[in-house]
Nanobody, 131 residues
Framework: QAQLAESGGGLVQPGGSLRLSCTGVGLTLEYSSVGWFRQAPGKGRGREGVSCINNNGDFTHYADFAGGRFVVSRDNTKNTVYLQLNDLKPEDTAVYYC??????????????????????WGEGTLVTVSS
């Protein structure tokens, strides 16, 4: 069964940085648009879109809170999509998930805002921003 595996989460101080990775397991990501989503623990809200990238990296979308601080990229030779998190704030504390849309026509905006076309999710990686 195709899966996604996230890594790179951890504990970081405010203002710090982390790089998250999302690797396809049994899934070739070069044919997929991939999105990063997050869910804050205990908040009761669903997963919110953070950033999305199309299959060849030509198009990206960022949530308003992510622009200027987070950068999404991909290396299809490594079957991996990255999310660079910079200038982290305590409110960025959340479980970060990657998700893939494979074989579905979608835009990166629809993927991020409406989770349209997603057919694979990872298990998530926890990012904790605290002093």
């Amino acid at each position: 069964q195709a899966q996604l595996a996230e890594s790179g989460g951890g504990l970081v101080q405010p203002g710090g940085s982390l790089r998250l990775s999302c690797t396809g397991v049994g899934l070739t990501l070069e044919y997929s648009s991939v999105g990063w989503f997050r869910q804050a623990p205990g908040k009761g809200r669903g997963r919110e879109g953070v950033s999305c990238i199309n299959n060849n990296g030509d198009f990206t979308h960022y949530a308003d809170f992510a622009g200027g601080r987070f950068v999404v990229s991909r290396d299809n030779t490594k079957n991996t999509v990255y999310l660079q998190l910079n200038d982290l704030k305590p409110e960025d504390t959340a479980v970060y998930y990657c998700a893939a849309s494979t074989g579905v026509v979608t835009t990166v905006q629809a993927l991020c805002v409406n989770q349209f076309g997603i057919n694979s999710w990872g298990e998530g990686t926890l990012v904790t921003v605290s002093s």
